[in-house]
């Protein structure tokens, strides 16, 4: 919860990102406040953005779904302003919602119908003519990798099928704005690699915001990052500044498995793996134990940095 007294969030909006194209659709948040309740879902977001790929970072509950349904339009705010070509979003939800392309988590298919059937349904459903739709749906099959599967039934696609079918979907009206929901949960890694090209692609003509978990999809992806933490936007940025940030700061030191605990009593620990010489610990710290070597930052080092709650999350190694 965000207690309405919550001192503003401290953005400097020199820092914030420069859209890749000045000529391009432009979304400006000024202030933007969700209130469920006594509950803000986000308080006092400010954002500019243009073309490109924007990472919305988060730990759970930080506000991104709520964020990304206000943007959407599928919640009206409760205190600031949303304006798309400088069209007020709240006020002419229709105008902008024609614009606009989501990828929810949830996103519903019917299983009984062809990649092509169901794309056709929701393309009459949306009011495309018939001629039109067709045309698109071949290109949006095309460049979602799927036009071999097209005339088969969507409960035989795979997970990364179906969030292609989802990314086709939300493509049909040719949004100049696509908001994409954890959209490479549950995808295997050559899947999210496919996934993260496709992002990428659109992102070079429209503003793509993509909420996720996955730091490395916003590493692989974005042109921007924004972090949201209890509701308030933390930072608008670039990857490259989040790292810098964070540079000289990460380090790796081998300890015996006994050490471990109070090595992670002093440090923040961003990752630790199992080899036969003991633990490798990532750390982020200004002053690094003994024997620490310096490495290169993750972004999702820096990002847990930002957040101030770096905490081991072991992977692999020999037991
Ligand atoms: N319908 C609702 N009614 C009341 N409170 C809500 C509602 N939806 C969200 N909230 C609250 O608003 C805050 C932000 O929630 P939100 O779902 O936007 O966060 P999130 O960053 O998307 O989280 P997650 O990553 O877990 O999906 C949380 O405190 C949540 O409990």
């Given at each position: 919860m965000v207690p309405p007294e919550s001192p503003a969030a401290t953005v400097t909006t020199e820092e914030s990102p420069a859209a890749h194209d000045e000529d391009g659709p432009r979304l400006r948040l000024d202030g933007v406040g969700k209130q469920y309740g006594d509950v803000w879902g986000v308080r006092d977001v400010s954002l500019e953005l243009g073309t490109g790929v924007l990472g919305l970072l988060g730990p759970n509950g930080a506000g991104k779904s709520t964020l990304m349904r206000v943007i959407t339009t599928y919640l009206e705010p409760t205190e600031?302003?949303?304006?798309?070509d400088g069209t007020d979003v709240v006020a002419s939800p229709n105008a902008v919602r024609e614009r606009i392309g989501y990828l929810p988590q949830d996103f519903g298919?019917?299983?009984?119908?062809?990649a092509a059937e169901f794309l056709s349904y929701l393309a009459a459903i949306r009011g495309l003519d018939r001629a039109h739709a067709s045309e698109r749906i071949d290109d949006l099959l095309e460049l979602t990798?799927?036009?071999?599967?097209?005339?088969r039934r969507l409960d035989g696609f795979s997970g990364g099928m179906r969030?292609?079918?989802g990314i086709a979907q939300?493509?049909?009206?040719?949004p100049d704005l696509l908001v994409v929901d954890e959209p490479t949960v549950g995808l295997d890694p050559a899947e999210r690699v496919r996934f993260r090209n496709v992002l990428s692609s659109l992102g070079e003509d429209r503003i793509v915001i993509l909420s996720t978990h996955i730091v490395s999809d916003v590493e692989a992806t974005a042109s921007g990052v924004a972090i949201l933490a209890d509701g308030r936007l933390r930072s608008h940025t670039t990857p490259e500044r989040l790292l810098e940030d964070v540079a000289n700061r990460v380090w790796e030191v081998v300890v015996p498995r006994d050490d471990l605990q109070s090595l992670k009593a002093e440090y923040h620990i961003s990752t630790t793996t199992r080899r036969s010489d003991g633990i490798h610990a990532r750390i982020v710290a200004t002053d690094p134990p003994e024997g620490a070597v310096s490495v290169t930052p993750t972004l999702e080092e820096a990002y847990l940095d930002l957040l101030g709650e770096a905490n081991a999350s072991e992977s692999g190694g020999a037991p």
């Open positions: 600031g302003t949303l304006t798309f298919i019917y299983p009984d119908l062809t990798n799927l036009q071999d599967a097209r005339d969030q292609r079918v939300a493509l049909l009206t040719d």
